[in-house]
């Protein structure tokens, strides 16, 4: 059975930082992409930062330079270490975990950070 377990989401005040982390397992065939979205209340999920099985990274302009992704393919986990965070970064966050070869595409069901003061 295919599961993607997120933690690390909470509430945390502007300024303040979280890391959320997700681990991948039962999945049998390599993981060519991971990657963390979110869904704000009425608004489309939206990626946020993914990262190739070789390290390559691409991140929502929206996060760049505050948001870190980072995965350890052995593991089958990827973090996303968030820092400056705002008002606006408030959404249900979600791993994802794509292949090739097979083609698959599995998601998390979800962690709420919430920022506010």
């Known amino acids: 059975q295919v599961q993607l377990v997120e933690s690390g989401g909470g509430l945390v005040q502007p300024g303040g930082s979280l890391r959320l982390s997700c681990v991948a397992s039962g999945i049998e065939y390599t993981i060519s992409a991971m990657g963390w979205y979110r869904q704000a209340p009425g608004m489309e999920r939206e990626l946020v930062a993914e990262?190739?099985?070789?390290?390559?990274?691409n991140y929502a302009d929206s996060v760049k330079g505050r948001f870190t992704i980072s995965r350890d393919n052995a593991k089958n986990t990827v973090d996303l270490q968030m820092n400056s965070l705002k008002p606006e970064d408030t959404a249900v966050y979600y791993c994802n975990a794509m292949g090739r070869m097979p083609k698959f595409d599995y998601w998390g069901q979800g962690t709420q950070v919430t920022v506010s003061s």
């Open positions: 990262i190739t099985r070789r390290g390559n990274t």
